[in-house]
Structure formats: C-alpha cells, structure tokens
C-alpha cells in the first residue's frame, strides 16, 4: 500500500461537529467581524477566511454583494460563519448593525470598484452601505476597517492609489496584497486574521519595534560542513507571533536550521554564526524598543575554517576550537536603552541552581527566561521566568511567548506614564 491509496479504513473518531473550528487562539475572542465580501474570483476563498477568522474565537457575519454571490456560493459562506448572509438591507437596518455592532470590517476581497466607491461615498449596495456606516463608526473610535485589495496588475493605477491613500489618511487599513502573477491576490488566511487582531490591538507594543532571536548559529568547518546545534528556534517564533499580534513591529531572526514557522511573520535568517552576529549588531544600532534573545548561539567556532571542502576518508580529523564573542553583549552596548530579554539553558541541574545561573544575567536584562533539558519534550517546555523581584515558573511554549509580551507591555506602559509625568 502506497502513499497515494486509500485503504478503505474509517476516519479516526472526533468529537467536532460539522460546522465547528479548531480552535488555534482565543486572540479575537468576543470580537465581532464583519466580513464584507465583494464581486471578485477571490470571493470564492472567503470560506476559508471566516473559519480562519472563528478559529481564533471570532463571530463572523458576511455580507455579500450580487457580483460576489456570482463567485461563492451563499450555502457555503452560511456554513463558515454558523449564520445568514446579509444580502439585501431590510427594515432591520442591517448595514447600521446597532443591535449588535461590530469591532471589525473586513472588506475581503476589495476590488477596484469598491474602493472608489468607499473614497467617494457611494453606498449603493449591501456591502458598499454598510461601509458608509463603518466608516463612520471607525470615525468615532467605534470600529477598524480592513480593505484587502484584489485585482489584475492593469487596474492598479493612479485612481486606484489615490482613493486608496485618501482612506488611510482616514484610518482605514490596508492589508497588503499578495504579488504573483501580475496580480494584487487575497494574502493567506492567517496574514488577514493577523491583522484584524493588529488593529483591533490596544497594546501598548502597537509600533514598537522589537527583534527576536531564535534557532541555532552554525559555524563553518569548511565550505560544506558546518558544526551546528539542535535548538530549531520554535519557542521564538512563538514569541514573535505573539508580539505580531499585539501590534509590534517585530523582526524574528532566525538562524539557518532547516525549520521555518508558518505563520507569516517578518523573518530574517542567518546562515552563519556571522551572520547572526551582523544582523543582530545592524538591528541594535538602528534602534529597538527591545531585544529578545532566545537564539542557541553558538558558543566556539573553529579557530581557522578551512577553504573548499576537506578531504574525506581521513582516520583522523582534528578540529581547534575558539570561543565566540557574546552576541548579547555586544547588542546591549550598542544600545543601552533597548530593554533586554535573555533566555539561559543548562542541563543536569535542579531548578534551584538554573534560578540562581539565570540570576547572574539580571545585569543586562530584566527577564530571563530560565530552561533545563529535563523540562524540554518534544515541542513543548516548561520554563521559570527570573527576574529581580523573583522566580515564576510558566509552563509551556505558549504561556512563555504570553508571559514575555506581558512583560514588555509592562515596560512600555511605564515608560508612557513616565513621559506623561514629565510633559
């Protein structure tokens, strides 16, 4: 039996029924979305999109022009969202949405037309009506409105760019679209739901600039080989989604480790231990609110690396070891101000000696985050979080990226309530 047939065995048993999500977050629990779904192929995506949106906690409401029904069909976009499909307004006002208002308007995919029509005022259907109204609502602090704009590379043109920058002067916020193929395309799922929880964010990292580092820093042995670590750099990931959502503008550094993370975050990598190091040292010096360095970094290289490959089929091969400069270090001093997070593993140690080793790097940081090789498993980890006022054990990868958000909210928070007090 190969790959590619089917054995005639029964699906594994689930407790999910027909219509539920898995849920991945509770990011936009409580939140009300208004996915407003104009006359573009892309419409036929839309599906997808509001299970996207519901499987991080959102309600989802559609609403669909004529043109847009010509592309999806209103049984499935009925069955994403668990409700109707506002098509036409009625004596309910439904464009007005008083009864139960939205937090978000997603106008996905936006064409030309909509946007011109968005710019100008023009509400002659559905969903150009109900914008009227969310554009309105977004005025009073009420609402966000989205635009994901979708159309052929022709129709991108001045009238286009125009009535688009005119909107964002008003606040609306424009998703950037996918490039392929002469196109603005839908971007991904998670890309939009993303940035819905991003404007909907009230974070006080929202503009912040923060870098993260993560995964191994291999160092060359020759041209070819390459002595390298076995940290992947999931935790970090993590942690920069994590900062994604709530506003930030942060930069995942990623050594090369043959592992990417899936969700679409900024992301740089570092091939080589010097790499790592330049990326690290040119993002300091250009200014950070903070510096996360959850990085396995290489802590010797070889003394000489040698030129071209060497020689296989040797009984012996001897390597000279030297220590590597602190990358750390070296970031703190080119900016004394970012706010630094430090992260320390040890093996073969009880959690009392990993507090008391983290402790020592309270110098430079506010936060360490201390972990030990038994509280690693697989994709997951327990870790304390070490700071001056104490220790505070956290228990997996995703309360670790929770807790160092927290934390640094914590620190811009102060430091806005300090610039008040000074003004």
């Given at each position: 039996?190969?790959?590619?047939?089917?054995?005639?065995?029964?699906?594994?048993?689930?407790?999910?029924?027909?219509?539920?999500?898995?849920?991945?977050?509770?990011?936009?629990?409580?939140?009300?979305?208004?996915?407003?779904?104009?006359?573009?192929?892309?419409?036929?995506?839309?599906?997808?999109?509001?299970?996207?949106?519901?499987?991080?906690?959102?309600?989802?409401?559609?609403?669909?022009?004529?043109?847009?029904?010509?592309?999806?069909?209103?049984?499935?976009?009925?069955?994403?969202?668990?409700?109707?499909?506002?098509?036409?307004?009625?004596?309910?006002?439904?464009?007005?949405?008083?009864?139960?208002?939205?937090?978000?308007?997603?106008?996905?995919?936006?064409?030309?037309?909509?946007?011109?029509?968005?710019?100008?005022?023009?509400?002659?259907?559905?969903?150009?009506?109900?914008?009227?109204?969310?554009?309105?609502?977004?005025?009073?602090?009420?609402?966000?409105?989205?635009?994901?704009?979708?159309?052929?590379?022709?129709?991108?043109?001045?009238?286009?760019?125009?009535?688009?920058?005119?909107?964002?002067?008003?606040?609306?916020?424009?998703?950037?679209?996918?490039?392929?193929?002469?196109?603005?395309?839908?971007?991904?799922?998670?890309?939009?739901?993303?940035?819905?929880?991003?404007?909907?964010?009230?974070?006080?990292?929202?503009?912040?600039?923060?870098?993260?580092?993560?995964?191994?820093?291999p160092v060359e042995i020759d041209n070819v080989r390459r002595i390298v670590n076995r940290f992947r750099g999931r935790l970090g990931a993590k942690v920069a989604e994590e900062l994604t959502w709530r506003g930030a503008e942060a930069e995942l550094i990623l050594g090369d480790g043959a592992w990417r993370p899936s969700a679409p975050i900024p992301l740089t990598v570092?091939?080589?231990?010097?790499?790592?190091?330049?990326?690290?040292?040119?993002?300091?010096?250009?200014g950070l609110f903070a510096g996360i360095f959850s990085a396995g970094v290489a802590d010797y290289r070889p003394a000489r690396a040698a030129k071209g490959k060497i020689v296989s089929g040797q009984a012996k091969l001897m390597l000279e070891l030297a220590p590597t400069e602190k990358v750390i270090d070296l970031a703190c001093d080119a900016d004394p101000a970012m706010?630094?997070?430090?992260?320390?593993?040890?093996?073969?140690?009880?959690?009392?000696?990993?507090?008391?080793?983290?402790?020592?790097?309270?110098?430079?940081?506010?936060?360490?985050?201390?972990?030990?090789?038994?509280?690693?498993?697989?994709?997951?980890?327990?870790?304390?979080?070490?700071?001056?006022?104490?220790?505070?054990?956290?228990?997996?990868?995703?309360?670790?990226?929770?807790?160092?958000?927290?934390?640094?909210?914590?620190?811009?928070?102060?430091?806005?309530?300090?610039?008040?007090?000074?003004?």
């Open positions: 039996m190969s790959l590619y047939d089917w054995d005639f065995a029964a699906p594994t048993p689930s407790g999910m029924g027909d219509h539920d999500v898995p849920l991945a977050s509770d990011r936009l629990a409580g939140r009300r979305v208004a996915l407003l779904v104009t006359g573009g192929i892309a419409a036929m995506k839309t599906p997808a999109l509001a299970r996207g949106l519901r499987r991080h906690g959102a309600q989802v409401v559609a609403f669909a022009s004529e043109d847009a029904l010509r592309y999806v069909a209103r049984e499935a976009l009925e069955w994403a969202t668990l409700g109707p499909v506002v098509t036409g307004l009625t004596w309910q006002a439904e464009h007005l949405s008083d009864a139960a208002p939205f937090d978000a308007y997603l106008v996905a995919p936006a064409t030309h037309s909509t946007i011109a029509k968005m710019a100008c005022g023009i509400g002659d259907t559905v969903v150009t009506s109900a914008l009227i109204s969310a554009l309105g609502r977004m005025e009073q602090g009420r609402a966000q409105v989205l635009v994901a704009p979708t159309m052929h590379g022709t129709m991108h043109n001045a009238q286009l760019v125009d009535n688009a920058k005119r909107l964002a002067a008003q606040g609306v916020r424009f998703v950037a679209p996918r490039d392929a193929y002469g196109k603005h395309n839908l971007p991904d799922t998670e890309l939009l739901c993303i940035a819905v929880g991003r404007a909907l964010s009230a974070s006080p990292l929202a503009g912040k600039r923060i870098m993260v580092t993560a995964g191994p820093t570092a091939r080589t231990y010097d790499a790592y190091r330049d990326l690290v040292l040119d993002r300091a010096r250009s706010h630094c997070v430090a992260f320390k593993y040890l093996e073969d140690v009880d959690e009392a000696e990993l507090a008391r080793v983290a402790a020592r790097r309270l110098d430079r940081a506010r936060l360490v985050v201390a972990t030990r090789g038994a509280d690693t498993s697989g994709i997951e980890q327990r870790a304390l979080f070490v700071t001056a006022s104490g220790v505070t054990p956290v228990a997996n990868k995703s309360a670790i990226a929770r807790g160092i958000a927290d934390h640094l909210e914590a620190l811009a928070g102060d430091a806005a309530v300090a610039r008040q007090a000074a003004e």
